[in-house]
Nanobody
Framework: QVQLVESGGGLVQAGGSLRLTCVASGLLFGSYAMAWFRQAPGKEREFVAAVNWSGSTTYYADSVKGRFTVSRDNAKNTVYLQMISLKPDDTAVYYC??????????????????WGQGTQVTVSL
């Protein structure tokens, strides 16, 4: 059974930082591209960041470039999202997702095979 379990969310003031962690089990983690998506209340789920299977290439939504960093540790079956300079607009539930195809189309949520349950990030003024 495949599981993706996110942690690290919470309440933080604007300008603050958080690091999200996603631990995967039940899949050959090192062969999956991994991504973070988020969904704010009343809005559609949107792409945040992705990292290819080896960790050599990363991709970011324009809204988070320069503030968020995605990384992975294949030995620990873990992907991270380091977030700095957080803004109230970053408030959302953040989801970890895994794509076996590693198609390079990281923005496309329908290409992901597995999803976590999400972790809430709330940024206050």
């Amino acid at each position: 059974q495949v599981q993706l379990v996110e942690s690290g969310g919470g309440l933080v003031q604007a300008g603050g930082s958080l690091r999200l962690t996603c631990v995967a089990s039940g899949l050959l983690f090192g062969s999956y591209a991994m991504a973070w998506f988020r969904q704010a209340p009343g809005k559609e789920r949107e792409f945040v960041a992705a990292v290819n299977w080896s960790g050599s290439t990363t991709y970011y939504a324009d809204s988070v470039k320069g503030r968020f960093t995605v990384s992975r540790d294949n030995a620990k079956n873990t992907v991270y999202l380091q977030m700095i300079s957080l803004k109230p607009d970053d408030t959302a539930v953040y989801y970890c997702a895994g794509q076996s195809l590693d198609s390079g189309l990281y923005y496309e949520s329908h290409l992901y095979d597995y999803w976590g349950q999400g972790t809430q990030v709330t940024v206050s003024l």
